[in-house]
């Protein structure tokens, strides 16, 4: 596969990591492009949707662009959208902060992103809580992904701060956050141009099935 080429349609292969991976790294470039055209301490004190809306916008404008990547054509942004699996109806559903797709597959691939505030009164414990890390650990986001995403809004001292106090958060609550062996935090490189890019690995009660990889994108607003 060529480097940056979109993932094909037509369902699985034998290249199947490598389009999972290469989807994955597209869905972190757009954040990384929307968040490049976001004026950082603009933000330092704004709400979780506030901050949530802005960055979708500027995600979509990359979309729009003539000049981004070939690649982009295929990917659509979505804010707040409903979750359609699970046992809840109408407005009961859950919503997940971001959802970005990509067309250019069957099934058509989806990535959820939760999104946290990072800072005065909006530490860890709401970050890796059952309204963030825990609901794709619970399945309550994701239950039918195998990869998804939690996006840190730093709005206090540095990513590199929030990083350390994340991973020994996990390290102490790992049964807690179902945390694998094989899946402790640790630091994501690719070529997405974010500087703070993570992932863990959790199982998932058995209800929910598989195991859902997590990405963790710390942002800086201050």
Not at 38 to 64: F, N, Q, R, S, Y
Request: hydrophobic residues 30%.
């Amino acid at each position: 596969m060529r480097r940056g080429q979109p993932t094909r349609p037509g369902g699985r292969s034998a290249s199947e990591p490598e389009y999972r991976m290469a989807f994955v790294q597209h869905v972190h470039s757009l954040i990384a492009m929307g968040h490049a055209r976001m004026a950082m301490a603009t933000w330092a004190t704004e709400d979780e949707e506030t901050i949530t809306g802005e960055l979708v916008k500027e995600m979509d404008a990359v979309l729009e662009n003539p000049a981004s990547p070939d690649w982009t054509r295929y990917y659509s942004v979505h804010e707040e959208a409903r979750i359609n699996t699970g046992t809840r109806r109408g407005k009961r559903r859950q919503r997940l902060d971001i959802r970005i797709d990509c067309l250019n597959a069957c099934p058509r691939r989806r990535f959820p992103f939760e999104a946290k505030r990072l800072g005065p009164k909006h530490d860890v414990k709401v970050y890796l809580g059952p309204e963030g890390l825990g609901a794709f650990v619970s399945g309550e986001y994701g239950c039918d992904q195998k990869d998804g995403g939690m996006l840190g809004y730093v709005q206090s001292e540095t990513p590199n701060v929030w990083s350390e106090k994340i991973r020994k958060a996990l390290a102490v609550q790992t049964t807690a956050n179902m945390v694998r062996l094989a899946g402790p935090w640790r630091r994501h490189n690719d070529e997405s141009g974010l500087q703070h890019l993570y992932r863990t690995s959790h199982s998932r009660p058995a209800s929910v099935g598989s195991p859902i990889r997590l990405f963790h994108t710390l942002l800086q607003f201050n």
